[in-house]
């Protein structure tokens, strides 16, 4: 992966892993601005790409064209994704009224940054709560740029890591606090959503997407309640036998040990859509992060290890015919390595670099 992202970024400025996403070569960007043609060039484009218009009507219909196409757009997609003249036509040319949020970001898969496809996910709930909002009208949109698709906005303003939050007033000049700070902060929507509202004098709500995680689990907790409730009314020996015991803290450490608490606790989200190809992921790529069909997945192979070993167990204690030994041995011994081999490639899937591998890779 680094090997091939050297070369896809040779030209560009280099990068490097950080907290909260990736960090580009300042020294490398410094120098290509200090170019000679590179900085007038970008000026010019900020003064000369379409004109300024001076007449006052000139000037309005101009404005209205600009938010008609910016509604349009958002009617479409809540995040606009720009490419740089459309920016500089859009965000940075007069005449504007209307206040621009921008996320910087890099979304490639040859990238391999999870955060910003996580920041992307938090910054498209934002805007999806602003237009939903009462306090949402014309006067304010969200913007995305990729930098593989816009590296000159990048190296204008000098945005040196990823992902980054920028703000353009409409009615003041861009200022350094114009610019989201994450080293104090995370970048969850709310987070996101306060400083905007600081920005702009202005506060909305922010409106999470629905999840059907919550009531599937509340109805799954009243089936078993309800069903425990029958068996002690019809059958108390049942209920009170040591198997059953058995059976009910298996499974209670089955599930502590998924990582469906754990997730409860993080609040993590049930899936993550891929903002760019809008590919549903159910396994997170990181070591500090777990998404809910992941826990699922690890709660089904320690029960399958389980099962392989009370069957290894019961072959050898069993007084059956030997042909049953051999066959509840050698069941029990493949369904414990084959899970177990899967749950090592799931670990090696989130963390590449682990050196342990089992039957499968």
Not at 176 to 196: C, M, Q
Not at 247 to 260: A, D, E
Not at 280 to 309: D, F, K
Request: proline fraction near 5%.
């Amino acid at each position: 992966h680094r090997k091939s992202q050297s070369l896809l970024l040779s030209s560009l400025p280099s990068r490097s892993p950080s907290r909260n996403g990736y960090t580009f070569n300042m020294a490398h960007i410094s120098s290509i601005l200090s170019y000679p043609l590179v900085f007038p060039v970008s000026m010019a484009l900020v003064f000369m790409a379409h004109g300024i218009p001076t007449h006052p009507a000139q000037e309005k219909t101009v404005l209205e064209e600009k938010v008609s196409q910016l509604m349009a757009w958002t009617k479409k997609n809540r995040v606009i994704k720009m490419t740089d003249p459309v920016f500089i036509d859009f965000v940075l040319e007069t005449p504007r009224n209307y206040s621009v949020t921008v996320m910087f970001t890099v979304l490639e898969e040859f990238r391999s940054c999870v955060t910003c496809e996580e920041a992307a996910e938090e910054f498209h709930t934002l805007a999806d709560s602003w237009q939903h909002s009462s306090s949402f009208a014309n006067k304010v949109f969200f913007v995305l740029m990729d930098y593989n698709l816009s590296p000159e906005v990048f190296r204008m303003f000098r945005v040196t890591s990823v992902p980054s939050f920028f703000h353009f007033s409409a009615d003041r000049e861009f200022t350094p606090d114009d610019i989201y700070n994450l080293d104090g902060r995370g970048f969850t929507a709310e987070e996101i959503g306060e400083w905007v509202a600081e920005r702009m004098n202005v506060h909305s709500g922010i409106r999470q997407p629905t999840i059907y995680h919550g009531p599937f689990m509340l109805g799954t907790v009243l089936t078993i309640t309800g069903g425990l409730v029958y068996l002690l009314e019809r059958s108390r020996t049942f209920v009170f036998c040591r198997i059953f015991g058995g059976f009910v803290m298996l499974c209670f450490v089955i599930v502590m040990t998924s990582g469906q608490m754990w997730i409860h606790i993080k609040r993590e989200p049930y899936v993550r859509t891929n903002p760019k190809t809008g590919h549903i992921r159910y396994i997170s790529e990181s070591s500090y992060s777990q998404y809910t069909p992941e826990t699922y997945i690890v709660a089904l192979c320690n029960m399958w290890i389980t099962l392989g070993v009370m069957l290894v167990d019961k072959a050898a204690t069993s007084r059956t015919k030997i042909v049953q030994k051999e066959m509840m041995c050698v069941t029990g011994i493949c369904l414990a390595v084959l899970f177990f081999s899967g749950l090592l490639s799931l670990f090696r899937f989130k963390v590449p670099e682990y050196p342990y591998r089992f039957l499968t890779d």
